[in-house]
C-alpha cells in the first residue's frame, strides 16, 4: 500500500479525565533501524495509557507521547536491518507509545505473528498483559509447576491472562476480585479459589483455603493497603511481585521481619523502561511457549469492551470504573 505523509490518531492537549481525548492529524512515524510501520486495526486500552492522561506516566525518552501500548495489524514498511518480518504480515506488537493512531513504530524484536485462528481484537489484546505476566509471574516471580499463586485484581486484563497462564503451566491459582459475580468470573478461568474483597479479609480466607499454608507467590497492583498482608499470606521462601501501586506506594509502619523469618522476596517491575532487547528476549519466550497454548485453545483472550476509537473517552471512562473482565479494546478506522 502507499504510506501517507499524515494519519489520524487520539491525543490530549491537557491533562485531565477521559473527555481531554479527541481525534487529530500528524505525521506518520518515520522507521529506525529495527523498527516496522505497523498498519494498525486494533488497539488495547491499558491502566498506563489513563495514567499518562493524568500526568502521572510519562513516556520514556525517545518513546511516541500519543497513547497506546499495543497494537495488532498489518506490516506496510521495514526499517533498516529487518529481517523477521515482510509487508503483508500480520503481526500484535507491544509498543512503547503510539498504539491510538492509524500507523505505529515499533521495534521488530516486539512483535509476534496473530496466533492461528485470531483476528485483530483477539490479537491486539495480547501483548500488554502478556509481557507483563511473563516477565513478573513466571521470571521474577520464579513459578514452578505446582506451586500456589494469589493474584490480587483477578478480572483485570493483568488478572485474566495470570489466572489462565498459571493454570496452563501447572500451577494452582487464586484470587481476589471486587464482586461476587467477579469471583465467579476467576473460577471460570481456573482459579482454585477467589476472594470478594469488598466482603473478606484476604488474608484470612488464603490461610482457610491453603489449610494454613498460605502461597508461594503473590500478583500484587494495589499496593500500600496489601504490603503487610501480602507477606502474612506468603509461604517460607515465597515471592511477593509488585506490578503497581493503585492504592499508593508508601506503606506505613511496615514490619520487615516476616522477609528475613520467612526468607522472602520481595521485588517487582515496570514493562515501559525496559530495553528493545529485553522485551525482544520476552516475545521469543512467549512464542515459543504461550502462543502453542493460544491456538491450542488452553488459554483465551478475554475481551470485556470492543469500541471505534470514536469512543475512546468512553473507553476509558469504563476501566477507570473497574466494572469490566478482561481486554478493552479499540477499532481503529
Same mark, same amino acid.
Given at each position: 500500500?502507499?504510506?501517507?505523509?499524515?494519519?489520524?490518531?487520539?491525543?490530549?492537549?491537557?491533562?485531565?479525565?477521559?473527555?481531554?481525548?479527541?481525534?487529530?492529524?500528524?505525521?506518520?512515524?518515520?522507521?529506525?533501524?529495527?523498527?516496522?510501520?505497523?498498519?494498525? &486495526?486494533?488497539?488495547?486500552?491499558?491502566?498506563?495509557?489513563?495514567?499518562?492522561?493524568?500526568?502521572?506516566?510519562?513516556?520514556?525518552?525517545?518513546?511516541?507521547?500519543?497513547?497506546?501500548?499495543?497494537?495488532?495489524?498489518?506490516?506496510?514498511?521495514?526499517?533498516?536491518?529487518?529481517?523477521?518480518?515482510?509487508?503483508?504480515?500480520?503481526?500484535?506488537?507491544?509498543?512503547?507509545?503510539?498504539?491510538?493512531?492509524?500507523?505505529?513504530?515499533?521495534?521488530?524484536?516486539?512483535?509476534?505473528?496473530?496466533?492461528?485462528?485470531?483476528?485483530?481484537?483477539?490479537?491486539?489484546?495480547?501483548?500488554?498483559?502478556?509481557?507483563?505476566?511473563?516477565?513478573?509471574?513466571?521470571?521474577?516471580?520464579?513459578?514452578?509447576?505446582?506451586?500456589?499463586?494469589?493474584?490480587?485484581?483477578?478480572?483485570?486484563?493483568?488478572?485474566?491472562?495470570?489466572?489462565?497462564?498459571?493454570?496452563?503451566?501447572?500451577?494452582? *491459582?487464586?484470587?481476589?476480585?471486587?464482586?461476587? &459475580?467477579?469471583?465467579? &468470573?476467576?473460577?471460570?478461568?481456573?482459579?482454585?479459589?477467589?476472594?470478594?474483597?469488598?466482603?473478606?479479609?484476604?488474608?484470612?480466607?488464603?490461610?482457610?483455603?491453603?489449610?494454613?499454608?498460605?502461597?508461594?507467590?503473590?500478583?500484587? *497492583?494495589?499496593?500500600?493497603?496489601?504490603?503487610?498482608?501480602?507477606?502474612?499470606?506468603?509461604?517460607?521462601?515465597?515471592?511477593?511481585?509488585?506490578?503497581?501501586?493503585?492504592?499508593?506506594?508508601?506503606?506505613?509502619?511496615?514490619?520487615?521481619?516476616?522477609? *528475613?523469618?520467612?526468607?522472602?522476596?520481595?521485588?517487582?517491575?515496570?514493562?515501559?523502561?525496559?530495553? &528493545?532487547?529485553?522485551?525482544?528476549?520476552?516475545?521469543?519466550?512467549?512464542?515459543?511457549?504461550?502462543?502453542?497454548?493460544?491456538?491450542?485453545?488452553?488459554?483465551?483472550?478475554?475481551?470485556?469492551?470492543?469500541?471505534?476509537?470514536?469512543?475512546?473517552?468512553? *473507553?476509558?471512562?469504563?476501566?477507570?470504573?473497574?466494572?469490566?473482565?478482561?481486554?478493552?479494546?479499540?477499532?481503529?478506522?
Amino acid at each position: 500500500m502507499s504510506i501517507p505523509a499524515e494519519m489520524r490518531h487520539i491525543t490530549f492537549n491537557q491533562l485531565g479525565g477521559p473527555d481531554v481525548l479527541y481525534l487529530t492529524t500528524g505525521p506518520v512515524p518515520s522507521l529506525q533501524s529495527g523498527e516496522i510501520l505497523i498498519k494498525v &486495526a486494533a488497539a488495547g486500552v491499558n491502566r498506563p495509557d489513563i495514567q499518562q492522561r493524568k500526568g502521572a506516566y510519562p513516556p520514556p525518552p525517545g518513546a511516541s507521547p500519543i497513547l497506546g501500548l499495543e497494537v495488532a495489524g498489518e506490516v506496510v514498511a521495514c526499517g533498516p536491518g529487518v529481517t523477521t518480518w515482510n509487508r503483508g504480515d500480520h503481526v500484535t506488537a507491544l509498543c512503547n507509545g503510539g498504539g491510538y493512531a492509524e500507523f505505529v513504530a515499533v521495534p521488530a524484536g516486539q512483535c509476534l505473528p496473530w496466533p492461528a485462528g485470531f483476528d485483530a481484537v483477539q490479537a491486539a489484546s495480547l501483548p500488554e498483559t502478556f509481557f507483563t505476566v511473563w516477565a513478573n509471574l513466571f521470571q521474577l516471580g520464579r513459578l514452578v509447576p505446582g506451586e500456589t499463586v494469589l493474584v490480587h485484581g483477578g478480572t483485570s486484563g493483568i488478572g485474566v491472562t495470570a489466572i489462565q497462564l498459571g493454570v496452563a503451566f501447572g500451577a494452582e *491459582m487464586y484470587a481476589t476480585a471486587g464482586s461476587g &459475580a467477579k469471583c465467579a &468470573a476467576c473460577l471460570e478461568l481456573g482459579a482454585t479459589g477467589a476472594i470478594n474483597y469488598r466482603e473478606a479479609d484476604f488474608l484470612s480466607d488464603i490461610k482457610e483455603m491453603t489449610q494454613g499454608a498460605g502461597v508461594d507467590v503473590i500478583l500484587d *497492583m494495589v499496593g500500600a493497603p496489601y504490603a503487610q498482608r501480602n507477606l502474612s499470606a506468603l509461604k517460607r521462601d515465597g515471592r511477593l511481585v509488585q506490578i503497581a501501586f493503585m492504592q499508593g506506594n508508601v506503606a506505613q509502619e511496615f514490619d520487615l521481619l516476616p522477609i *528475613m523469618v520467612k526468607r522472602l522476596t520481595v521485588t517487582g517491575s515496570t514493562m515501559r523502561p525496559r530495553t &528493545a532487547a529485553e522485551k525482544a528476549a520476552i516475545a521469543t519466550q512467549l512464542h515459543e511457549t504461550v502462543w502453542p497454548w493460544l491456538e491450542a485453545g488452553r488459554v483465551l483472550p478475554v475481551i470485556a469492551e470492543t469500541a471505534s476509537w470514536e469512543s475512546v473517552s468512553k *473507553m476509558h471512562q469504563v476501566m477507570e470504573n473497574s466494572s469490566h473482565v478482561g481486554k478493552i479494546i479499540l477499532k481503529i478506522s
